[in-house]
Each structure stands twice: as C-alpha cells, then as structure tokens.
C-alpha cells in the first residue's frame, strides 16, 4: 500500500474527478456514505452524536455525514468553528442542504458555545483534514482542547484534527480520537509512536479513488500487505537440495549471553536456509550443539568471539547478538567486513561496537544491512527530536553509506540506500521482550542466504518475524509469549504465506 503526500492525496482526488467524471462534491459524498456505513456497523448511530466541524472540506465531510444520519432517522447536532470567513465551496454548498433539512447547527464564536455534551454523546472530529500545516490557535484551539476534556469516544473523519500528515506535531493540540476513519490508504503520521495517543485505532474506508492514479504515483512510503509479501517469495524446486538455500553463519553468543545464538540459529534455520554454522567463544561450544544440532559449530576465542578465519565462504553472515563489545570484537568486525564484502546483517552487540568506533563506518562494506532499535539508531548517529526527524535521519545515513536500514518498532521501516521506505504491517506489543532482536536477525539472515536481494530479505524477514509474532500472541496471549514460542510459530506464518 503506497502512503502518499498531502499534495499526492489532493492530486489523486483530482485524478479521480477527472477520470470518473465527478464532481468534488460527488467523492465528498462517497467519503461521508463510507462513514455512515461504518458507524452503523459498530453501532455508533445509537448514541447522541454531535459533529463539529471546521469550515473546510474536512467539515464538509462532516456536514454531508449528518445530511445522510438525518435521513436515515438518527438524531445529530451539528457545530461549527466559525472563523469569520467562507467556507470552500463544497462546505457551503452541504451547508446549504442541510439547512433544508434540520436547524440543529450551531456556531461556536467563543467558548461560551460550547455544548453541554449528554454521557452518551458520540463526538466526530470533522475540523480539519489533511491540509493543515500550522499549530491551531483561538477558538479552533479551544475547541480541541474541550473535547479532549470531555471523555468521551471520539471518530476523527480522514486525521485527528491538529495532526500533521507529514511531520511532527509534538507541541500542538491534537485531538485524542478513540478512532480514526481515514480514506482509502494510510497517512505517514498513523505509523509513529509520538501519534499513538492521537491516532487511536485506524479505520481504512474505500472512497473508490483512481486505481490508476495509485498504480502509476509513485510514493516514498509503502506499507508492506501479504499481497506484496507473497509476490516475494522464491517457490523452491521439487529437486532442490540443501546447497540451492544456501550457508548461513551467525556471529553470536559470548559467556552469559549464548540465549542470544541460540535464538538467532533456531530462527535462521527456521527461516529456510540450507545449512548454518554458528562461530560462537568456546564456552559456547556444548550450549549450541545441544540445542541447536542442526546447526554446525565453529570455535572462536574464549569468553567472546574472536578473530575469525575464512569467513568468505558463507552466502550470508549475521553479526551481532550477545557479542559483547570488547576490543577484540572491534578487531573481528574489521577482518570480516575485509573478507566478506557482500551479505552481512550487523545487530545489537555488532551495532554498539560500530557506535563506540567510528572508524569501523568507513570499513563496512556496501549494501550492508542493520538492524538497530531506536536507541541504537541514536548511539550510532545522534539524538532526534522526534519519530520524523529519527526517520529523515536513517534514510540520510542509508544513503551516506549505502547500506540498508531496519528501523524496529511497531511498523518496523526498511530503508533503502535510494530513499525508499517500506513500513511492515504484522506484529503486536507482545514483542516487545528480549530475545525478538536476535530472532530476527536469524530470519533475515537465513533469507538472505537464501538469494533473497537485500530489500526482498529484510521486508519477508521482518513480516514473516511479525506474523509468526500475531500467531504466537493468539496462542499464548501477548504477555505470555515469548521469542521461543515465536520461533516454534515460524513454519504456521510460512504455511499462510505460502497459501
């Protein structure tokens, strides 16, 4: 699913007016019917509802709402901003028919204005759309911040008003919607932490826009879908053997951290690669070849890994969980990226090294991926004010080393070094415990060992990790899970996948 611009969903509104023979108000009415839909669905239209409205074409949407809930017999009172000026065309002419119809409308001038609002009144934020792109001020300000106040649910039609579509809002008031009705594809902004709070849960309504249009605009921001994910997938050839997927390693483990290896091998095997050896420091040794006996075991060093010897052999090569960050895994990170130029995935431990040795940048080898959290993103290249200017930063910084990027989180995003962002759509909060970092990097590991390209292994990887995730939160609750169940869940993503 491409996210677009502001500006790219104005143009795809135009599109589809020109190319459907419609006119603006024509999609006004088909967003408003969506929303109708919607609320008879989940049985909203029980409650009082009371829309407010700026005088935009946000508001119009909320004018040609109540015109449809009024004719089908359900009560609304309709309020509006007034700003002391017109409204865009579409607006008046809503408010025009609805004046036909119902002397329930109010305009709010100050704050004296303000309903008093029933325990079941229903609130649909219709105040600003998309299009706003500065902090709200005077009585739209106050009105926000009285219907934050009051409790009660609230559905904000196409974006919470005060929001932002594309940059931070940290500072303004926002309303807090319980829901979000938005139009035909996702907003950039519904995909941050900072907005949660904001966002509530997302609704996406089909307003029938130009599939040609989406097809051809191209978009910076995609949001990976099972339907993209399944186009990925290498179908595997009924005489294949086990060299056809490839020789997995995994750098990992060092005393009192060897969970992380086996974690790490357990998910690369699971992940479909042909075979996997595992360079772990001899204190290891017995850990990984008893719980792991798939996985062959090479030595390196005591407590920690060590300098290692002829790694050019392997298709793919993860680096990283529970290393440690001594000096001599410095020293190993320099010899591998010498010998290995290609196929490295560098996490955790690996990532700490790289932020507390700057010299190791202009080592690594290009097309690298990295796999760091929040937190390591900051330790490796500086503070960020906030969710935009920490994704602005990753794409910078891809495109600075051409490496890939795999920013963590709830939407997980997969910087390209060209700018390209895909954000990934599986995964619950049940996750957020230790050890999913290392199963992780074993998936995508084993994928790219596999001959999965780069962007191919890290966008499987990642939805395949939060599937196998969704499917372990059913079974064992979200608080309950943890990475081991993930890993045993695997091979029921794949089978969904693969279906």
């Not at 902090?135 to 219907?147: S, V």
């Not at 997927?245 to 690369?268: E, I, K, N, R, T």
């Not at 900051?378 to 503070?383: A, D, Q, S, V, Y």
Request: aromatic share 8%.
């Amino acid at each position: 699913m491409k996210i677009f611009t502001s500006t790219q969903i104005k143009n795809w509104d135009a599109a589809t007016i020109k190319e459907q023979h419609i006119l603006s108000i024509d999609l006004m009415e088909r967003a408003a019917n969506s929303c109708f839909e919607w609320l008879l669905r989940y049985n909203f239209t029980q409650r009082q509802i009371h829309i407010f409205c700026g005088k935009g074409n946000n508001g119009g949407d909320g004018l040609a709402l109540a015109r449809i809930l009024l004719g089908n017999k359900i009560t609304v009172t309709v309020h509006i901003i007034e700003s002391g000026k017109s409204g865009t065309p579409d607006f008046q002419e809503n408010l025009r028919l609805l004046h036909a119809i119902t002397t329930d409308i109010h305009f709010i001038q100050a704050e004296s204005f303000f309903p008093a609002l029933e325990n079941n009144s229903l609130i649909i934020d219709a105040l600003f759309g998309t299009g706003l792109s500065r902090p709200t001020d005077g009585i739209a300000l106050q009105t926000i911040e009285f219907l934050n106040k009051t409790a009660l649910p609230v559905i904000s039609l196409d974006i919470p008003s005060g929001l932002y579509a594309e940059k931070s809002t940290k500072g303004n008031t926002v309303i807090s919607a319980t829901h979000t009705l938005s139009f035909q594809n996702y907003k950039l902004a519904f995909l941050f932490p900072e907005n949660e709070l904001f966002v509530g849960t997302v609704h996406l309504l089909n307003i029938g826009l130009s599939k040609d249009y989406e097809t051809r605009q191209p978009a910076q921001y995609e949001l990976s879908d099972i339907d993209i994910i399944k186009g990925i997938i290498k179908p595997r050839n009924k005489f294949a053997h086990k060299g056809n997927f490839g020789h997995a390693a995994l750098v990992a483990g060092s005393y009192g951290m060897m969970g992380a290896a086996v974690l790490a091998a357990a998910s690369c095997l699971r992940a479909g690669t042909g075979k996997l050896t595992c360079i772990v420091p001899s204190c290891g040794y017995v850990v990984i070849q008893t719980s792991v006996p798939e996985a062959m075991c090479r030595i390196s060093g005591n407590q920690f890994v060590g300098i290692i010897e002829d790694t050019g052999s392997y298709s793919a090569i993860g680096i990283g969980p529970g290393i440690g960050v001594q000096e001599e895994t410095a020293q190993m990170l320099t010899k591998v990226f010498s010998e290995h130029p290609g196929g490295l995935l560098l996490d955790a431990d690996a990532l700490n090294c790289m932020a507390q040795d700057e010299k190791l940048f202009s080592e690594l080898p290009p097309g690298t991926v990295i796999t760091p959290h929040p937190k390591e993103l900051e330790r490796l290249f500086g503070f960020t004010e906030n969710d935009f200017e920490r994704l602005q930063l990753a794409i910078n910084k891809a495109a600075a080393h051409d490496i890939y990027i795999v920013l963590k989180g709830h939407y997980t995003a997969i910087i390209t070094p060209r700018g390209k962002v895909y954000f990934n759509s599986t995964g619950n909060a049940g996750m957020a415990k230790a050890g999913m970092g290392d199963v992780l990097t074993g998936i995508i590991t084993g994928l790219m060992a596999q001959q999965y390209s780069l962007p191919e292994a890290a966008m499987l990887g990642v939805y395949l990790h939060g599937l196998a995730g969704d499917i372990a939160a059913e079974k064992y609750s979200q608080p309950g899970m943890q990475a081991g169940d993930l890993i045993n869940c695997i091979p029921e993503a794949w089978k969904l996948l693969s279906s």
